[in-house]
């Protein structure tokens, strides 16, 4: 785990004091010594190759460095990778993590660390393994095909790399896609030539090392390295052995295997890596032509038939493609020994060439993510350095006009970007000088007189004539030195930011358009193996382009400023890779070397640590404050759509939440709304009973729909008035609930009295005067009147006339005392006496009150008796009724 207190120098350079770049130099060693080989400048992380495994890459440290912020945690790849990450996830915006440093300084390691350092952090449902999964195994892939032991560094790539990984909205990977760079910059050396000690591509040694018998038998190969050409330099030592070839010839299987290739794909692509070794292996001896001019023939011959066979190609045709030309339609010339060396080289290469780039091709096909939706990425990019050997070539202009170009890029980006937002912001600071590099970059990419764009010139057909040219348009230049004196015959040469460099122009122009005849696409498009047709396209008779080949400087152009504009629109991060040696050991830290490549980063220290001061204090705070807002405001848009989702899911869910008897009017269940949506909910609710109700009603025959009426009568007179109210809502009213319409006595009777509509009827209790007891008597009322008979006689006791009734109260509590209010004149049957002042009560009493005997004492005569003048009292076992 980290320990804080074994920090040894400072972790961030900026903060030394004095700032020199001795004092920076001896930081580095000072920390390098005790295997601290990350240290801070600013916002750049600096990473010296340790050469030797550290305890410095854990899951343990993964979670460490997400959990804490930059600079809370001593320097580490970790910590740039997590902040990449973060801001990805925080600030919804695309990144990239440039890693520069020379060759064998330790950018594909820090590449390597960055890809596990996501892997790690981000999810790890099955999906998302299978893609993380891809992604390790494409590099795995690309390993064996693009890297190459050198001099510097035995697995040095010879491409650079741009591998985007795209991640969705929780932060997961989807998918991903990779982008590669001149391969083609070593391929045209390096596949046909090698220096003494390098080694070609790792996949040649894996194959002969690691393919079963039967593997070799059908690409027809032998084991023995010495066998083929391509595979032989001047001292021929092996570094890496034939067990560790073969040990990794099954890794780039299963790589293949994992990344979806078939076998027969498998076996397709060790064939074209076949037909090079042998492709090289052609030896041409020179011949008299009949017309006298030289030609040429092949010596062995069956190297070309079994080359055919592996192409599924007729000897004929390849034979004359590779020893012949067509120098009018339908007429051929023979070719000498040494163009046809020179044309079966640049078929080698190009076979190579195209095959790393179609399986690039495959692998993003593979890695594409699969899922529509908004996505943000973030990206490494691993390109090689800036170069400079006794000998500089072609390929050092183009990969020093990258590093110029990607360097104009990273200064903008951290220091004119920054000078620029302290102006706008009007903070204090001091304008600091530093080399802007853009006049290079125009010296070599001018449109008319550029030296890059000199080479396009169609006059321009060889390097006399191009270098006449440099010196005619570029001589007087500040930063270019063409016919001077002092420099080596047939060359010119570039003040780059980073240096000197003297170019020599052999092969610049045939380099820059290394076409291959047509003869030779032509031939290879007519074999019958599966993926040359998509290798040489142009050689499609049927596709006649008569268009000039895109040259390799405009191609370079092309894609670098693509690229360029692609991480102009990302938030930038750099890891910075410095060598500590050059003989590849650990604990060996030489101050020059490690001086020199710094010095080629030509900022200043000075002036980027007055910046980066600045920038700890204001921008900081600034930012702090930018992000606070963003925070706020993102917290804010969240709130707003958590609130709107949860209405739609209350709303989408209501009718699946309601009870099964929803739909019944006196259902009184609804489902418990969210706080926010109370008011909604009982809107809703109160929409949604009226339209039960309204169901409800519409089911209705003409009888049900009176007895709803006398039922809406009764609530507009009882609801929230009579406590016995609700129990009665559910039962029908029926009225004559002693069927006394059909007794046969009472339909002679009520003929007599013209009361045969009988609206109630029923036994009620009666408490006599004299005893106090209950005493059962039938009340009947009639459209016409009201009648108190006797049950069993039926004899009318009294009969008030319907217009004699001028109110009927009752009282508010639960029990069922009702008055009747009547004119007391008006009672017939009865002795004059006792009509008097009578106001007539009729009491019936159900288990209102309990078990308990209870007697009532009625106070009566009182003239008027209103709901709620009513009142009953307990006493004891007595109740008292007062009206
Ligand atoms: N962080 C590290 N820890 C241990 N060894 C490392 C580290 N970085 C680099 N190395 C060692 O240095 C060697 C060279 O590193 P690497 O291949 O990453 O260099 P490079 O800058 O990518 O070179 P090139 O540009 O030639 O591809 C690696 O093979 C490895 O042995």
């Not at 910059?185 to 390096?190: A, E, F, M």
């Not at 499609?540 to 080949?549: E, H, T």
Request: charged share 25%; glycine share 4%.
């Amino acid at each position: 785990m980290l320990s804080l207190e074994q920090e040894i120098g400072a972790w961030d350079s900026v903060l030394l004091e004095p700032l020199t770049e001795d004092s920076f130099i001896a930081n580095l060693q000072q920390r390098f010594k005790r295997d601290h080989i990350y240290t801070y400048i600013g916002n750049v992380l600096i990473s010296v190759n340790p050469y030797k495994k550290l305890a410095l890459y854990s899951a343990d440290l993964v979670e460490a460095y997400v959990q804490r912020g930059p600079f809370q945690l001593p320097p580490h790849i970790y910590a740039i990778a997590g902040s990449a990450y973060r801001w990805l996830n925080d600030r919804n915006e695309d990144q990239c993590i440039i890693v520069t440093g020379e060759s064998g300084a330790g950018k594909t390691e820090a590449a390597r660390i960055v890809l596990q350092f996501l892997v790690l952090v981000s999810g790890s449902s099955q999906g998302t393994k299978l893609v993380k999964d891809r992604l390790v195994q494409a590099n795995t892939l690309l390993e064996a095909f693009g890297n190459a032991r050198t001099m510097k560094n035995d697995n040095a790539s010879r491409f650079g790399k741009f591998l985007d990984i795209e991640f969705d909205f929780k932060g997961d990977p989807i998918g991903g896609h990779l982008t590669h760079y001149f391969l083609d910059k070593y391929v045209l050396s390096r596949v046909t030539s090698l220096a003494s000690c390098d080694r070609n591509f790792h996949i040649f040694y894996q194959l002969l090392s690691g393919a079963d018998i039967h593997l070799l038998k059908c690409l027809k190969l032998h084991r023995n390295v010495e066998q083929y050409m391509i595979l032989q330099t001047e001292s021929n030592q092996p570094t890496l052995s034939e067990e560790d070839d073969k040990n990794l010839f099954i890794y780039t299987k299963s790589a293949l295997e994992i990344l979806g290739f078939t076998n027969n794909d498998i076996i397709d692509i060790f064939r074209v890596i076949a037909i090079v070794l042998k492709l090289g292996n052609l030896q041409y001896v020179p011949c008299n032509n009949i017309d006298g001019t030289e030609g040429c023939s092949i010596n062995n011959d069956y190297e070309l038939f079994e080359v055919c066979e592996l192409l599924g190609a007729e000897h004929r045709w390849l034979q004359r493609a590779l020893t012949s030309r067509q120098i009018e339609d339908g007429i051929m010339t023979d070719l000498n020994a040494a163009d046809a060396t020179r044309i079966r080289d640049i078929l080698c290469k190009t076979l190579y060439s195209r095959l790393f780039t179609w399986l690039i091709n495959k692998i993003n096909d593979v890695i594409k993510a699969k899922t529509l939706g908004k996505r943000k990425v973030l990206g490494v990019l691993d390109l090689y350095g800036f170069e400079v050997f006794e000998n500089n070539g072609f390929e050092q202009l183009m990969i020093n006009y990258c590093n110029e170009k990607l360097h104009q890029f990273i200064t903008a980006a951290t220091l004119k970007e920054e000078q620029e937002e302290l102006i706008k912001e009007g903070l204090e600071w001091t304008k600091v000088e530093y080399f802007n590099n853009i006049v290079i970059c125009q010296l070599l990419e001018h449109e008319s007189h550029g030296i890059l764009s000199l080479l396009e010139e169609p006059h321009v057909q060889s390097d006399a004539a191009y270098l006449a040219r440099v010196e005619q348009c570029c001589a007087g230049h500040s930063h270019c030195l063409a016919a001077d004196a002092t420099l080596p015959s047939h060359s010119f040469q570039i003040r780059h930011y980073a240096g000197m460099v003297t170019y020599k122009v052999y092969g610049f122009v045939e380099k820059n358009r290394d076409t291959l005849p047509r003869e030779v696409s032509r031939a290879m498009f007519r074999c019958d193996h599966s993926i040359m047709q998509s290798l040489f396209p142009e050689g499609n008779p049927k596709r006649c382009n008569l268009k000039r080949p895109i040259s390799k400087s405009v191609q370079i152009q092309v894609s670098l400023n693509s690229l360029l504009k692609c991480l102009a629109s990302r938030q930038t991060h750099y890891i910075r890779c410095l060598k500590p040696n050059e003989l590849k050991q650990p604990r060996i830290f030489e101050m020059a070397l490690v001086q020199h490549q710094e010095l080629k980063y030509g900022i200043p220290f000075h002036g980027r640590r007055h910046l980066w001061c600045l920038y700890h204090v204001a921008r900081e705070e600034f930012r702090i404050l930018k992000h606070r807002k963003q925070v706020e405001w993102a917290a804010r848009v969240i709130q707003r759509h958590y609130i709107q989702w949860k209405r739609r899911q209350f709303l989408l869910s209501l009718c699946r939440i309601l009870p099964e008897d929803a739909d019944s009017p006196i259902c009184r269940e609804w489902p418990q709304p969210y706080n926010k949506l109370l008011e909604c909910s009982n809107l809703l609710r109160k929409i949604h009973h009226r339209w039960r109700c309204h169901k409800f009603r519409l089911k209705f025959d003409q009888t049900a729909r009176n007895r709803m009426r006398e039922k809406v009568t009764a609530s507009f007179i009882f609801k929230d008035r009579k406590c016995s109210y609700p129990r009665s809502v559910s039962h029908p009213f029926l009225g004559d609930y002693v069927r006394l319409r059909q007794n046969i006595q009472w339909k002679k009777m009520c003929l007599e009295s013209n009361d045969q509509y009988v609206v109630f009827a029923d036994i009620i209790n009666k408490i006599t005067r004299s005893s106090g007891k209950f005493v059962p008597i039938l009340l009947v009322i009639s459209t016409r009147s009201m009648l108190v008979l006797d049950q069993r006689t039926l004899q009318i006791k009294y009969r008030v006339p319907a217009t004699e009734i001028y109110r009927m109260s009752l009282s508010p509590f639960l029990d069922d005392v009702a008055v009747v209010h009547v004119r007391a004149v008006s009672i017939q049957n009865k002795p004059s006496s006792q009509s008097r002042n009578l106001h007539l009560q009729i009491i019936t009493f159900e288990a209102n009150f309990g078990p308990q005997t209870v007697t009532f004492t009625f106070k009566c005569g009182l003239p008027e008796v209103q709901p709620g003048q009513i009142r009953v009292l307990r006493k004891g076992n007595k109740m008292e009724v007062l009206v």
